[in-house]
């Protein structure tokens, strides 16, 4: 009866320790890639995982590897900030009018997990946050008056060599030297200090605020009058152009791609940058800035309503309001619908929107600053 009894006892012990290697696996493996609120629930499910997902590493590793926009903040002028969720069991921040901060802001600009936000009172500061974590940290003053609407964007890759997050801001403000001219600031995390630019840019465009995005070591904006199009900043070289360009629409970051998606008639529309240099090739070359990556036909989906037209002024981010990644945002009969490019599904945000609303996308990060 002994020998009987052996073999049950060794399958017990190899069941057992299957379970705590699956366990291994999922704590060390699976936890790193969801999203904050997923994470602050799970503190509840064991000592250990409560533990784990505290330390700083575990937040560092976090931010390392979950990188999908799967809420929006949302804002009008003399409005509080709202937040909205993709996925609300999973994705959501505790604050979501960002009352944490010592003053009511504007926010400006977000980058994996990060929001920037500028004050309303006094000196209208900067404020780096993170929304999830509800930390914080205040911006000194810049050296040049950045005005009361500024083009800013916020630059935070996450890396494995940086525990504490760097990042970057740059502001493409008026010139109070030159006329029709813009200058650029930078902020540094890691040096903790404003620089203003040596290079400017001389074209008569005004920059848009809110539509700026970051590639590859290159930010852009949208710009108006002047010829329109898009200005880029190279922050390694400190160069300036103009990117003369037909595409009107939204600025968006797809597979390490410029895009910009536009919405006319009843149609999406995105286009990727292909060629950043055609600018400077002959007037009969054939090589194309732009390929089209998406077109989506709308008219067959009449309840979506129909797109506005395309505005673009100073306060209205137009038809489309967020592109990027593999989700588009964009607005019908002052609705807010969404479309998935991986899925082709399309969805519709409870929210009503203004005509001066801005979006942010947003990562539910756990990032630390």
């Known amino acids: 009866m002994d020998q009987g009894r052996r073999p049950n006892k060794f399958i017990a012990n190899r069941n057992n320790k299957i379970y705590m290697d699956l366990k291994d696996i999922i704590r060390e493996h699976a ?30 590793n976090q931010s390392n590897n979950f990188h999908r926009v799967m809420g929006f903040f949302f804002q009008s002028q003399s409005k509080p900030p ?51 974590t509800k930390q914080w940290k205040k911006l000194p003053k810049p050296t040049a008056n950045h005005g009361s609407n500024p083009a800013l964007v916020l630059i935070f890759e996450p890396s494995l060599l940086n525990f504490i997050a760097e990042y970057k801001l740059i502001c493409a403000f008026p010139s109070a030297d030159f006329d029709n001219a813009y200058e650029f600031e930078i902020y540094s995390s890691s040096e903790g200090s404003w620089q203003i630019s040596r290079e400017m840019f001389f074209g008569g465009a005004m920059f848009m605020p809110c539509l ?4 590859n070591g290159i930010v852009y904006w949208l710009s108006k009058m002047g010829g329109g199009g898009i200005v880029f900043f190279d922050l390694t070289m ?67 309503g129909a797109l506005p037209s395309y505005t673009h002024s100073a306060h209205d981010q137009g038809a489309v309001l967020f592109a990027s990644g593999d989700v588009i945002v964009f607005r019908c009969d002052r609705a807010v619908h969404t479309y998935d490019m991986k899925t082709k599904e399309f969805g519709r945000l409870s929210c009503e929107i203004d005509n001066d609303m801005r979006f942010f996308g947003y990562v539910n990060s756990l990032v630390e600053i």
Request: hydrophobic content about 35%; charged content about 15%; overall charge positive.
């Open 82 to 132: 709202s937040f909205i969720s993709l996925d609300p069991n999973s994705c959501g921040i505790p604050d979501p009018s960002l009352q944490f901060l010592p003053e009511p802001v504007d926010i400006r600009t977000s980058s994996n997990g990060l929001l920037c936000c500028q004050g309303r009172t006094g000196e209208q500061p900067y404020y780096i946050c993170n929304p999830a």
């Open 31 to 60: 936890l790193p890639f969801l999203p904050a609120k997923s994470l602050f629930r799970f503190k509840g499910v064991c000592r250990d995982w409560k533990l784990q997902i505290s330390t700083p590493f575990f937040a560092h």
């Open 238 to 304: 400190e160069r300036t152009q103009r990117l003369y360009s037909s595409q009107n629409g939204c600025l968006g970051v797809m597979d390490g791609k410029l895009t910009v998606t536009s919405a006319y008639g009843q149609a999406l529309t995105v286009n990727v940058l292909s060629n950043s240099y055609t600018n400077t090739m002959g007037m009969n070359s054939r090589v194309k800035a732009w390929d089209r990556k998406l077109h989506v036909n709308l008219s067959d989906r009449s309840e979506l």
């Open 212 to 215: 700026g995005v970051h590639v």
